[in-house]
């Protein structure tokens, strides 16, 4: 295949051809067969709302994958957000006439819960955030990709016009940067 080729769109096609691979895809990083499919869903949603925005540069399955990657992204926000807190529910009895679900926010905190953790975790939240805003942006950016957001390498370099071995160079700096500055900051207070 020359770099020339232009890809095109059938989304008439999407849900044979793309579907198992986008589903096997989503349930790997989100909890719940019904999360991973409303997911696929709203990918294929998305696409069909955003076709005239794909330019051909990519394939079909490549182009649906970042649009997951983006739904998924979303959905762990809405999850950490206070009102996608609100929304989560989990079991807090699993058998018996108690059995069901609490909404998390209004869960009963365990009996063990150690409220001293809660702030350390605030601060080492802060330490870990203010030291990744002192990398120089392109350090950063790369980690940030990498390692928090999880992209795949090869997107990365491509996004980033930049090599796998650049990608591995800087994401091993803005490491070491990171520790340098968390023992600072974190560690040795």
Known sequence: MSTNTKHTLEPNKWVQLYSDYLFNYTITRVSGSEIAKDL???????GLKSMKNFKGLASERTWLVSILKRKIIDHYRKINSKKGKAEVRMNFYKDGENEGEWIEERAPNTWAEDTDKGVENEELKAALEYCIDKLPEKYGMVFNMKTIQGFET?????????TSSNLWVIIHRARTQLRRCMEDNWFNN
């Open 40 to 46: 696929v869903q709203e990918t294929f949603f998305s």
């Open 154 to 162: 090869e997107e990365i370099c491509k996004e980033l016009d930049i």
